[in-house]
Nanobody, 119 residues
Framework: VQLQASGGGLVQPGGSLRLSCAGS????????MGWYRQAPGKQRELVAD???????NYGDSVKGRFTISSDNAKNTVYLHMNSLKSEDSVVYYCNADVLTNPISRDNYWGQGTEVTVSS
């Protein structure tokens, strides 16, 4: 299973970006997908996640600014980031809980995509 993240880049404070992460490979069913971020010298933290039923969960620092959504048919998760701040300037990682068959479930990480918020 591979997770391909995209959409990072440079944006001005107060601006918006959309991150995408597409899963591919031996996917029977995706149980949930999410985004984490990690600043240098800090632990990786949850940004947002969404399960197959559409239930969402957000980190406190992004509530009201970021929205996670998914396209289950495409095994893809999106992170819509609004009102971006300089402290959002970190590397974002895609994560997925994937069933590769009806009884085998594993967790996968994608490569990071960097977001830089700067004027």
């Amino acid at each position: 299973v591979q997770l391909q993240a995209s959409g990072g880049g440079l944006v001005q404070p107060g601006g918006s970006l959309r991150l995408s992460c597409a899963g591919s490979g031996s996917i029977f069913r995706v149980a949930g997908m999410g985004w984490y971020r990690q600043a240098p010298g800090k632990q990786r933290e949850l940004v947002a996640d969404i399960n197959a039923g559409g239930y969402t969960n957000y980190g406190d620092s992004v509530k009201g600014r970021f929205t996670i959504s998914s396209d289950n048919a495409k095994n893809t998760v999106y992170l819509h980031m609004n009102s971006l701040k300089s402290e959002d300037s970190v590397v974002y990682y895609c994560n997925a809980d994937v069933l590769t068959n009806p009884i085998s479930r594993d967790n996968y990480w994608g490569q990071g995509t960097e977001v830089t918020v700067s004027s």
